[in-house]
């Protein structure tokens, strides 16, 4: 059992940079693979991005790749997602998630356990 709050959410330009936290409750943080999804209006819940229990890996979707890094801090209970070079098409409610599968297979809303209450993320041109 875990709770997820997401922050960091705004509105920025087409080009800015913003980094979302989601910070979690209880005393197992470390024992959940962690991932962001994004949902735009009238649009399916998709996979952002993934990291391992430890941090050591991460997983993409190919759209965010190389613009976006999550990563997490297992001693502050925080996974955070930094995002660069942002794009119109990255309008969306992001939520933080917690799976108890590795990362490899934590690539799909089916498999994540938990979820935050998301954060409105707004890019204009």
């Known amino acids: 059992q875990v709770q997820l709050v997401e922050s960091g959410g705004g509105l920025v330009q087409s080009g800015d940079s913003l980094t979302l936290s989601c910070a979690a409750s209880?005393?197992?943080?470390?024992?959940?693979?962690m991932g962001w999804f994004r949902q735009a209006p009238g649009k399916e819940r998709e996979f952002v991005a993934g990291?391992?229990?430890?941090?050591?890996?991460?997983n993409y979707v190919d759209s965010v790749k190389g613009r976006f890094t999550i990563s997490r801090d297992n001693a502050k209970n925080t996974v955070y997602l930094q995002m660069n070079s942002l794009k119109i098409e990255d309008t969306a409610v992001y939520y933080c998630?917690?799976?108890?599968?590795?990362?490899?297979?934590?690539?799909?809303?089916?498999?994540?356990?938990?979820w935050g209450q998301g954060t409105q993320v707004t890019v204009s041109s």
């Open positions: 209880g005393r197992t943080f470390s024992s959940y693979t």
């Open positions: 990291i391992s229990r430890g941090g050591s890996n991460t």
């Open positions: 998630a917690a799976s108890h599968w590795g990362y490899t297979s934590a690539t799909d809303r089916g498999r994540y356990d938990y």
